[in-house]
């Protein structure tokens, strides 16, 4: 019998037991894993079906336009939950449901968040696959076809590559950086080519597609690497720059989280407020021209506490535009310990 196979049938005679308790037997379990066994089978939010029930999948993509400037307005591009999306989540649920490889995830996790960062420790262990877009999501933000091909991707802080994945078909060549070293390994497995963070950005190197998701808000020097992406997008190419929504920036350092050196001018509470800030206080200051721009969910993988895990991202398609960076007054950079969080 296969150890598969035998922890399958732990798993259905733990439910059928657990099945036959009411509710304030169940309230009285004391063993941590009959306790989360139970709850994967009685909490709504672990029901797949019930998934628009349990979390707000509209607020995942909708914004109040009339909040922004009537010059954004109609570059906002409406996205829905869509297919491949869907697939993720199916997959995030399925996973979630593996009691004893989440469990050991979660022994190792402890142990190796000592020495290791959140990013490594999930690249190690092979879990906390991330969810941006979908390839048709992709395609419409950068007003593509199916059949439209470019030559040279560069994907910065591309993580495991799951994301990668989605859009890696529309380009002949890929490149990645990822500070990670486990994360740099899974990259390699899936076949593409890493380079050093320092050496992506030279005076030769020049990229028609700049992926840039979800880093802008977890680096030391993000100011110089938007100057960096600037400068290396080929003539009429773009660059997709997304972050999360309140902005709380932080850098990982091993197992501890640093105050970035550089911060960005990000004013504002709410996502609308704070994305019209980051265009208008960031991006246009820094030699950009917006493209168009979505509320997308940026979700997670998740564990034995929930299905998966949901923040609100803000995507940017912008171009260099042929004026150059504004150097002054574009974005407020201190030093580390000026910086209030």
């Avoid at 902005?247 to 091993?254: L, Q």
Wanted: charged share 20%.
């Amino acid at each position: 019998m296969s150890s598969i196979y035998t922890k399958q049938m732990v798993v259905v005679v733990l439910l059928l037991l657990l099945r036959t308790m009411d509710i304030e037997a169940s309230r009285r379990i004391r063993n941590p894993f009959l306790q989360t066994v139970y709850e994967h089978h009685t909490n709504p939010i672990w029901d797949r079906q019930r998934l628009t029930q349990q979390f707000p999948v509209e607020k995942w993509y909708s914004c109040d336009i009339q909040q922004f400037p009537e010059h954004l307005q109609h570059l906002f591009i409406q996205c829905c939950l869509d297919n491949q999306t869907e697939v993720f989540l199916d997959k995030s649920y399925e996973k979630s449901d593996w009691f004893f490889t989440q469990m050991w995830h979660s022994l190792a996790k402890v142990f190796l968040g000592f020495v290791m960062s959140t990013t490594s420790v999930n690249g190690l262990l092979g879990r906390g696959s991330m969810f941006v877009f979908s390839t048709n999501q992709f395609r419409t933000l950068l007003g593509i076809s199916e059949t439209w091909k470019a030559d040279h991707l560069l994907d910065l802080g591309a993580g495991d590559g799951a994301v990668t994945q989605q859009i890696a078909a529309h380009f002949r060549q890929i490149t990645t950086t990822e500070m990670s070293p486990t994360m740099q390994w899974r990259l390699g497995q899936k076949g593409y080519r890493v380079v050093n963070i320092n050496e992506w950005a030279g005076p030769t190197c020049r990229y028609d597609v700049i992926s840039c998701l979800n880093l802008i808000d977890r680096c030391d020097q993000p100011i110089s690497i938007l100057h960096d992406i600037h400068r290396s997008l080929s003539p009429g190419g773009m660059a997709i720059i997304s972050l999360v929504l309140p902005f709380k920036p932080f850098v990982e350092s091993g197992a501890l989280q640093n105050k970035p050196s550089e911060q960005l001018n990000i004013e504002g509470r709410s996502w609308e407020h704070q994305a019209a800030s980051f265009i208008n206080n960031v991006l246009l200051p820094a030699g950009f021209t917006l493209q168009s721009f979505t509320r997308l969910p940026y979700l997670c993988e998740g564990d034995m506490s929930r299905p998966f895990y949901s923040l609100d991202d803000a995507v940017f398609i912008v171009k260099a535009d042929s004026t150059g960076i504004e150097h002054q007054g574009w974005c407020n950079a201190r030093t580390q310990d000026s910086i209030d969080l």
